[in-house]
């Protein structure tokens, strides 16, 4: 960006604030561009709607309060329209679209919207409502409620199947991002798409700088995973069990001059669906950084970030607040 006084570029400066929300303070990193005649600093509508939501992912985490996907994702699994959504909670007319559009819901709204989350508890919220709906609707929901129910036998296995490869829950740990198994599986089929085969030790720096990057640009991670320091650089938490999950990604034994070592191999491709615009740009940037280098060379680069430094004499997890130190992207 240019500066509108002198035009010439400015660079970005990533400064700790406060935000005051709900008569709360939250710390977040502030990002904006420095003019560095003129001491001015400016900020984009991308860059202030990271800086919210690095605040109200905070606020939604401390009071239990559903993520924004998470609202969308509630709503479709019983395939309920966001008006008749609205009038089945009794909340106003159009408040559920607003909760949709990430505006966040109060913590009576929110822990509502997750007990929800449970299909006998709508189904007994639907049963409520039935005088709000016509006996059309009624039935319909209603049907499509109990055929989710006795589906949840296969919804538990899923969340299990997360809890086993995933080493923390939604949260600050992972960046805020939903833990799911087929984005991360299409992210990772992304970055082999984009890179080629890969061996272990540079996919685990990808995926470390592919997550980072994208907490620094939009305030939340991607695939939701948790990284740790190690003497190798940062990796991300069970690695071994996240590379052996997916049959679209297979593991070959490849030589390394004198020893062998584990090379990630696409066998699928990724699902386009599940990126957005801004998250297919966010991998895209970070396979042209690093795409021609070499697992030691990204190794070495990564050796080279304090998010890495601070944490690798401990092998600590490496905190998301970090993004905003980072050198090589």
Known sequence: MTSPYTGKEMKLVYEPRTWNFRGEDYEYIHTAYLCEDTGEQFTTCESDDAGFLQVTNQYRAKYGIPYTDEIIAVRNRYGVSAAKMSAILGIGTNQWRLYESGEVPSVSNGRMIRSIMNPKVFLDLVESA?????????????????????????????????????????????????????????????????????????????????DFFSYRQRGMSMTGLSYLAIDFGPVPE???????????????????????????????????????????????????????????????????????QKYHETHSRIPFVEAFSLKAI
């Not at 390394?256 to 066998?267: K, P, R, Y």
């Not at 669906?273 to 950084?289: G, K, N, Y």
């Open 130 to 210: 039935r005088q709000m709906l016509t006996e059309k609707e009624y039935e319909n929901i209603s049907e499509k409620v109990k055929k989710v129910i006795e589906q949840s036998g296969a919804y538990h296995s899923e969340e299990y199947e997360c809890r086993r490869v995933f080493a923390s829950s939604r949260g600050a740990a992972n960046g805020f991002s939903a833990t799911s198994l087929p984005k991360l599986k299409t992210v990772m089929l992304a970055v082999l798409q984009e890179c080629g085969e890969v061996f272990y030790t540079k996919m685990n720096k990808l995926l470390f700088y592919v």
């Open 238 to 308: 069970r690695w071994d069990k996240v590379y052996s999950e997916f049959d679209e990604i297979h593991q070959e034994l490849c030589p390394v001059g004198d020893c062998e070592g584990n090379m990630l191999v696409a066998n699928g491709v990724a699902d386009e669906t599940l990126l957005s615009d801004i998250e297919r740009s966010i991998i895209h940037t970070v396979c042209e950084r690093f795409k021609s280098c070499s697992s030691r060379e990204i190794s070495t680069i990564s050796h080279d970030e304090p998010a890495w």
